[in-house]
């Protein structure tokens, strides 16, 4: 347990201190007064703290230096494959070079309904402004080594995956980069390039973490259907909140992973460890008798990603109107169409009642 905690990290109020010590994110979810406090400030509210007795480091799902069980027939823990290269210090998805696509993946499913994992990256070349990529991509799917064009893995997945995206393919975006985006997909959905993982999106936010000179952190919490990421990136051991969905449900026996891939432009991107903490969360009765390995991944949103337009700050605004916005137009248009009426029969009827006074 004392391994575990030395390992791990503690989240504090608001945006977060990360300091040595206990690992875990603000808790499993939001009470009444959180939620309040969010809708009459919507800033980064955070949910309750953890009391580090609760999160268990899981070295079986945790890749951490010197990197035991890499690659090795006796211990395997992690593969890898393509342009993957294994150090003492990092683990190098890509060098900087063309052409190049690399991943590693957990060799063990991962059955935690609960969890969070943190992740100690480095992206960094000689490419100047807007001549550098693609990205790293990090990964829990039921696929596990299938080379792939979505930075280096495969298209069409089922399961979550992160993007951590440093060039911008359509020139026509606003959006500020590198971009953190989360897409879940259950096989049906394509990445779209082209246009930067737009349309499949479910939320993001700038986030300048590439050729920083200090370290870089991301860290991912899935707990009751919350699906939460946040970085440090300012070498301030503060951590800073990027995406928080809820409406995920995610199966178990999936596999943790990172890739990343390079085309015409290059950088080296590094994993310097993942490391997964199991989050022991209370379950209703019914959750407890779902079998989580059968569930399809899958989001309960009011719009679909495909509405999200463009927005500088990383942000969505309303797209293009969809039925319930019509629906809505004409039900609002028709209210004001009925108040308007009984308004002017009011005052017509008030007039006739003056005129006659007058006879």
């Known amino acids: 347990m004392a391994a575990a905690a030395a390992a791990g990290w503690v989240w504090r109020w608001g945006w977060g201190r990360r300091c040595p010590g206990r690992p875990g994110l603000p808790g499993p979810g939001p009470g009444p007064t959180t939620l309040l406090l969010f809708l009459l400030f919507p800033g980064p509210v955070a949910a309750d703290i953890t009391d580090g007795n609760s999160e268990h480091l899981k070295r079986e799902h945790s890749l951490i230096k010197p990197y035991h069980g890499v690659g090795s027939s006796s211990t395997l823990l992690w593969d890898f494959q393509g342009s993957t290269m294994l150090t003492s210090q990092y683990v190098r998805l890509t060098p900087d070079e063309r052409s190049k696509e690399g991943s590693i993946w957990n060799h063990l499913p991962c059955f935690l309904k609960d969890w969070e994992m ?20 990090l990964w829990y799917t039921r696929d596990r080594l ?26 026509t975006t606003e959006r500020v980069f590198p971009y953190i985006s989360v897409m879940v997909n259950n096989g049906s959905l394509s990445y779209d390039h082209s246009k930067d993982g737009r349309w499949t999106e479910l939320a993001g936010c700038t ?10 952190f991301l860290a991912v919490r899935y707990s009751r259907g919350r699906l939460t990421v946040m970085t440090d990136l300012e070498d301030k051991n503060e951590w800073k909140n990027c995406i ?23 950088d080296n991107h590094d994993i310097i460890s993942m490391k997964l903490f199991q989050l022991m969360v209370e379950h209703t009765p019914d959750e407890e008798n779902i ?11 009011l719009k679909s990603p495909k509405d999200n337009v463009d927005d500088p700050t990383g942000n969505f605004r309303s797209g293009p109107l969809t039925g319930w916005r019509v629906f809505l137009l004409l039900l609002c248009a028709l209210l004001g169409i009925i108040v308007c009426a009984v308004v002017g029969a009011v005052v017509f009827q008030k007039r006739q009642e003056r005129n006659k006074r007058f006879y």
Not at 118 to 137: E, M, P, Q, S
């Open 291 to 301: 079998d989580w390995t059968k569930i399809e991944p899958s989001v309960n949103l």
């Open 207 to 216: 986030a300048d973490f590439r050729n920083r000179d200090h370290d870089t």
């Open 146 to 171: 299938v080379p792939g064009p979505v930075f280096g893995s495969k298209d069409n997945f089922h399961g979550l995956a992160i993007f951590l995206d440093t060039y911008p393919n359509d020139e």
């Open 244 to 266: 928080d969905i809820t409406g995920v449900r995610l199966p178990t026996g999936y596999y943790f992973g990172a890739s990343a891939g390079t085309g015409d432009l290059s």
């Open 118 to 137: 943190h992740v100690h990256f480095k992206v960094h070349g000689a490419g100047k402004k807007n001549l550098h990529g693609d990205g790293i991509a």
